[in-house]
């Protein structure tokens, strides 16, 4: 036993292993430095990370940051064994809250909690978070990993992420010029991405459906269905925004459509929404049938198949469908848009068919 473990092991036999803890970040080292940017300027181990930003040609640079974590999806991680992809979702959903504002992601921060290390699991968790900073082009810049016995069940653990980004003053997207005849492009989800997962995992529970059976409406099990991770719209959104104005952006995430579609838009506009002018992925379909919800309920919790909305002036919106049209990584329909807000009325006003 090496001093290190003698000194450690009055810990250890509380719980903590200390010598598991530093393994696990050697094991990780390699990793993250493959999400390392060029204004990275600290090696893996410090107490914090620096980052040298790239100002240059920027009349006022602005940071915005964003904190965010997976909630109860986890508990599909734990049930199918697999957390390769909770990582992916914990970067998403922080970094595509910061591109909201027009912000391009610098770096970013990890939280790992759990009760006792499995250095394996933690590793796959890990590698999903490097390869949702991969996706965002942002630096995994530094993070933490606690072991606290007695506190999480066995073989769980809870994750938290925090995103930083810059964007030029004069280029901040706040939404204050969306007016009515704007138009509205919905950029595909990939999935329920990280929200009402409470309600999806008491349907699938009642549902009878295994994590290795066939998915309805797919070619997928049950288990790569649901564990699917969120979309990262950061390279098509920050590309396109080189080439035309974007007036205001929404990240749909918990609430839906009528909650974050608001967060947005002036007080005398609506934005009227057409349902059915984008494909419906069959998850929606399947946690409408088994919970009989309605289709108000359903846009109320989820993002139904739009995880990311655009709103642009009408000849912006032509070509930025067809620059969206030409990528490979992301699919773009014009959903609706911005109409005079009627005394008393709603700021989001589904239409349907």
Not at 82 to 86: K, L, S
């Given at each position: 036993m090496s001093q290190s473990a003698k000194r450690s092991q009055a810990y250890t036999d509380a719980g903590v292993d200390i010598?598991?803890?530093?393994l696990f970040v050697s094991r990780i080292k390699d990793m993250v430095k493959s999400t390392f940017t060029p204004g990275v300027a600290t090696d893996i181990g410090g107490f914090g990370g620096l980052f040298k930003p790239e100002i240059a040609g920027m009349e006022a640079p602005m940071l915005v940051a964003g904190a965010d974590g997976v909630g109860t999806k986890l508990k599909l991680a734990f049930l199918f064994d697999?957390?390769?992809?909770?990582g992916i979702d914990l970067v998403a959903m922080s970094v595509n809250d910061v591109l909201v504002q027009g912000a391009a992601p610098l770096f970013f921060l990890d939280y790992f909690a759990t009760g006792k290390l499995e250095s394996g699991v933690a590793e796959?968790?890990?590698?999903?978070?490097?390869?949702?900073?991969?996706?965002?082009?942002?630096?995994?810049?530094?993070?933490?990993?606690?072991?606290?016995?007695?506190?999480?069940?066995?073989?769980?653990?809870?994750?938290?992420?925090?995103?930083?980004?810059?964007?030029?003053?004069?280029?901040?997207?706040?939404?204050?010029?969306?007016?009515?005849?704007?138009v509205l492009i919905g950029l595909a989800s990939s999935g329920a991405h990280s929200n009402g997962w409470s309600l999806i995992r008491k349907i699938f529970d009642a549902s009878g459906l295994t994590p290795g059976a066939p998915f309805p409406g797919t070619d997928r099990t049950a288990a790569e269905v649901l564990i699917q991770p969120t979309k990262i719209y950061v390279r098509p959104v920050l590309e396109l925004m080189d080439d035309v104005t974007v007036k205001g952006m929404v990240h749909v995430t918990g609430g839906g459509f009528y909650d974050n579609i608001p967060r947005v838009l002036p007080e005398n506009t609506t934005a009227s929404v057409q349902f059915g002018s984008w494909p419906?992925?069959?998850?929606?379909?399947?946690?409408?049938?088994?919970?009989?919800?309605?289709?108000?309920?359903?846009?109320?919790?989820?993002?139904c198949g739009i995880g990311?909305?655009?709103?642009?002036?009408?000849?912006?919106?032509?070509?930025?469908l067809d620059k969206l049209d030409a990528r490979d990584d992301v699919d773009a329909y014009r959903i609706g848009e911005i109409a005079k807000r009627k005394d008393g009325g709603e700021q989001v006003e589904m239409v349907f068919p």
């Open positions: 010598e598991a803890g530093n697999r957390h390769d992809t909770v796959q968790v890990v590698s999903g978070v490097c390869e949702g900073c991969r996706q965002s082009d942002c630096a995994l810049l530094g993070g933490e990993t606690a072991e606290m016995p007695g506190f999480y069940p066995d073989g769980e653990y809870d994750l938290s992420g925090f995103a930083v980004g810059m964007v030029d003053a004069p280029k901040l997207v706040t939404g204050k010029s969306i007016a009515p005849g704007d419906m992925l069959p998850i929606f379909e399947w946690v409408k049938d088994q919970g009989k919800l309605s289709w108000p309920e359903m846009l109320q919790i989820f993002n990311y909305i655009l709103i642009l002036d009408p000849d912006s919106a032509e070509t930025a």
